[in-house]
C-alpha cells in the first residue's frame, strides 16, 4: 500500500530559490507542494482554506514576516507542523522560533536528502533542528529561567534511567530516531518507545521541549557523549 501524501504549503518570496525547492521535493514519492505562498498573509490565508501536513516557511519574508506568520499558523491550525527556513542562524532567532512553536529549523543551503528527511520527520510528529541549531539552543536556553516548567522537570529528573539518559542526550543533539537507533544499535522502535517514556516522564510536549528542559537543568549531563570525532 502508497504510503499517505504530505501536502506541503511553501512560503518564500524568492522566486527562483521557491521553484528549485518545490521542484526538488515533488521529485520525491509521497512528497508534494500543494500550494506557495510569497508572504505570510497569503500563507495564513491558504491555512485556513486548505489542508496541509506541513508548512515550508522563510523566517525572512516581506510584510508580517516569518515570525509572526508561524506564530499566526500556529494559532490557526495548533498542530500543523512548520519547519522554517533561513539563511542565518542566531540564537535569538532560535528562541524566538521555539517560543512560537516551530517544529524544525534548517539553514538555507542544507543538502537535498536532508530537507526531504527533515520535511518527513515533522510531518510525522518529529521535530527537526540542525547541528548548528542544537548547539544554539543548548547556549540560549542553558541560563534561562523556564519556571513555568521547571517543576514538573525536577520532580521527574531522578526516573530516567541509563539507556533514556542517552537517548535524551541524542535527541539534544538533533538526531532523529533513525540516527539514535544506528548510534545506540537499537530497532527505531524501540527509540520511538523510548522517547514516549521520556516525554511523559519529563511532563513535556515535544522532543525539542524535553530536551531544552534536559539541557538547562544538566539532567543529561551524566549520559554518554556518543559524537567522538
Known amino acids: 500500500m502508497p504510503s499517505a501524501l504530505i501536502r506541503i504549503l511553501l512560503v518564500e518570496d524568492d522566486e527562483l530559490f521557491r521553484l528549485g525547492i518545490s521542484t526538488r521535493i515533488n521529485q520525491e514519492t509521497g512528497l508534494q507542494i500543494t500550494a506557495e505562498a510569497e508572504d505570510g498573509e497569503t500563507a495564513i490565508a491558504l491555512v ?120 535524551l542526550s541524542l535527541v539534544a543533539k538533533g538526531k532523529s530516531n533513525q540516527e539514535i537507533a544506528d548510534t545506540l544499535y537499537i530497532a527505531p522502535g524501540t527509540v520511538r518507545v523510548h522517547v514516549h517514556a521520556i516525554l511523559k516522564k519529563l511532563d513535556v510536549r515535544d522532543r525539542t521541549q524535553a530536551a531544552i528542559l534536559a539541557l538547562q537543568k544538566g539532567l543529561i549531563s551524566r549520559a554518554v557523549t556518543t559524537d567522538k570525532n
Open 48 to 167: 485556513k482554506q486548505q489542508v496541509f501536513d506541513v508548512v515550508i516557511l522563510d523566517v525572512g519574508l516581506p510584510g508580517i514576516g516569518g515570525i509572526e506568520a508561524c506564530r499566526q499558523i500556529k494559532l490557526a491550525s495548533p498542530k500543523l507542523p512548520v519547519l522554517v527556513f533561513t539563511s542565518h542562524s542566531q540564537p535569538a532567532l532560535i528562541a524566538r522560533l521555539i517560543e512560537v512553536q516551530a517544529q524544525g529549523y534548517c539553514v538555507k543551503g542544507i543538502a537535498a536528502e536532508a530537507l526531504v528527511l527533515a520535511i518527513r520527520s515533522v510531518a510525522a510528529g518529529a521535530s527537526w533542528w540542525d547541528a548548528i541549531a542544537s548547539v544554539e539552543i543548548q547556549a540560549a536556553f542553558q541560563a534561562k529561567d523556564l519556571s513555568s516548567i521547571t517543576p514538573s522537570l525536577q520532580e521527574n529528573q531522578n526516573t530516567l534511567t541509563k539507556r533514556e539518559e542517552e537517548i
